[in-house]
Structures are given as structure tokens and as C-alpha cells.
């Protein structure tokens, strides 16, 4: 398996743009989760799907964040628009249900730059 | 609340044997994840304790004490390759990890 795939690897964009993050799961695992990692805040849990239904996005940072799981192998992460305060490498990362989510898998991230 | 609290950082020499402690306060815990991430890198899983005890995994070992709230990951042998940061995570009865704020393990030859 090819691992979770995350893109684009690096976003640089100005401040006030639309940034889509992008991300394809494992094949077969039914929980995604979106991450953000800061050195100030470390890795917080943005959102996370099951079977494509959003369960928990009380991480969202506030109503400029949106994410959707259109079907069991992409999400998005949309940030409008962004603010040099969004600039972090987000993770996206997959798991299978038996795990309890306990065994996730990350994909590369995504290092966004806001100017 | 909840929390979780783990040395910033921690050196050791090549070949040594170093222990990385996190204790944590949070309701409805199920188990502690420990997972390494290289500069640079992602995170990826190591291991998980369910239960009060010891986990070996190869060099890698990790203990959970649940009365105490408390867990550690051993790494022995250490090789320059385990410079790296480790995070233990608390998993919630909802799926979700409650990650720790890591620690950055310097190896120095």
C-alpha cells in the first residue's frame, strides 16, 4: 500500500487566499483524522471522519477551517481565508476502526506557509 | 481538564539505555500510544498499552501504570537513528489521541 498521500507538500500563499489541503487514506480505513502541528501549540486535532461522516470538529480552529470526506478515499482541508497565524504543517492520517484509533497512520504533511 | 506532561528533551549516549516518563491527567482514558517523529518527519506509531505492565517491542519497550497515571518508553541500544521526538498520546474512549507535547531525544556519539 502506497501509505496515506497528502498534497500538495508545500503551500506557500498570501494572506486572505483559499489553501485546499488534500488527502487520501489507507485503503479500507474507515477513521481520518486532520492534524495541525506548531512549535508553539504542538499537534492538535483539527477533525475527524468516520465512514466519511465528520465526528468530532470541535479542534476546527474557528468558521475560516472547513473540511469534507466526499467519499472513503479523499478529504479536503480548507482554510478562507488564511491568515499568517495558519502558517503550520498539517498532517492528515488514517486508522483502521478495530484499533480504536489507536494506531494511526500519517501521511507526509503539509507545510503551509501564510505570508 | 486534561493533560499531558513529558520532559522537553532528553540526552543520552550512543548505546545506552534511556527512559522517557509521561504522566497524564484525562477522563475516560482507555490506554497510552508512544509515537516517534524524525525531523522533519511524521509521526509514526511504536506502541500501546491497554493494560497496566510492560510492552516489548524489539529495543523499544513501554510500561503503563494506571493508578499511578503514569507510563515510560525504554529505548535500549540506543543508535544515532533514535535521535528523534517521542510523544506519548492518551486514547479517549472516542477514537481520538490526546497527544503529549514530546520530547526531542539528542543522542550524542
Known amino acids: 500500500d502506497a501509505g496515506v498521500i497528502q498534497s500538495p507538500r508545500h503551500e506557500v500563499t498570501e494572506m486572505g487566499q483559499e489553501v485546499t489541503l488534500r488527502c487520501k487514506p489507507i485503503s479500507g480505513h474507515d477513521y481520518l483524522f486532520w492534524y495541525r502541528q506548531t512549535m508553539m501549540r504542538g499537534l492538535e486535532l483539527l477533525i475527524y471522519f468516520n465512514n466519511n461522516v465528520p465526528i468530532d470538529d470541535s479542534g476546527m480552529p474557528e468558521d475560516r477551517f472547513s473540511a469534507k470526506m466526499p467519499n472513503a478515499s479523499f478529504s479536503t482541508l480548507k482554510i478562507q481565508p488564511s491568515e499568517p497565524r495558519d502558517s503550520a504543517v498539517y498532517f492528515c492520517a488514517s486508522s483502521l476502526g478495530t484499533s480504536g484509533g489507536v494506531e494511526q497512520f500519517f501521511g507526509p504533511g503539509t507545510r503551509l506557509t501564510v505570508l | 481538564g486534561q493533560s499531558l506532561e513529558q520532559p522537553s528533551e532528553v540526552t543520552a549516549v550512543e548505546g545506552a539505555i534511556v527512559q522517557i516518563n509521561c504522566t497524564y491527567q484525562t477522563s475516560g482514558f482507555y490506554g497510552l500510544s508512544w509515537y516517534q517523529q524524525h525531523d522533519g518527519g511524521a509521526p509514526t506509531f511504536l506502541s500501546y498499552?491497554?493494560l497496566d505492565g510492560l510492552e516489548e517491542t524489539g529495543r523499544f519497550s513501554s510500561f503503563l501504570s494506571r493508578s499511578d497515571s503514569y507510563g515510560y518508553l525504554l529505548l535500549q541500544e540506543l543508535q544515532m537513528k533514535d535521535s528523534a521526538s517521542y510523544f506519548c498520546?492518551?486514547?479517549?474512549?472516542?477514537?481520538?489521541?490526546?497527544w503529549g507535547a514530546g520530547t526531542k531525544l539528542i543522542i550524542k556519539p
Open positions: 498499552n491497554g
Open positions: 498520546a492518551v486514547k479517549r474512549s472516542n477514537y481520538q489521541l490526546i
